[in-house]
């Protein structure tokens, strides 16, 4: 027997944080989503510096090099987010 749950769709997406993931310019040519800023700034990355995002995942990078990686779950997210929008701006295809 097959049970349906009935959800209060509008209660759901009332709920949703859609602001934490809209690209925000930078100043320097970047967007980076409100999230992915404040995750920066946790761990003192100066992307406001940077002038692409290759620059961002270098610095990301030299901090994967300095702490234990497993206690780094939300920049690997970042990381993974930025690589893959650097990957679909900067490839041609």
């Not at 310019?25 to 940077?50: F, P, V, W």
């Not at 497993?70 to 990381?79: G, P, R």
């Amino acid at each position: 027997m097959l049970i349906v749950k009935e959800y209060d769709i509008p209660s759901i997406v009332s709920e949703l944080d859609f602001s934490s993931y809209q690209l925000i310019s930078c100043g320097n040519g970047l967007l980076l989503t409100r999230m992915e800023k404040q995750i920066l700034d946790k761990y003192h990355i100066s992307y406001q510096s940077c002038c692409n995002l290759k620059e961002v995942l270098y610095r990301i990078d030299e901090v994967f090099s300095m702490e234990e990686a497993s206690s780094l779950e939300d920049l690997d997210m970042v990381s993974a987010s930025i690589a893959e929008r650097d990957y679909y701006q900067n490839t041609n295809k």
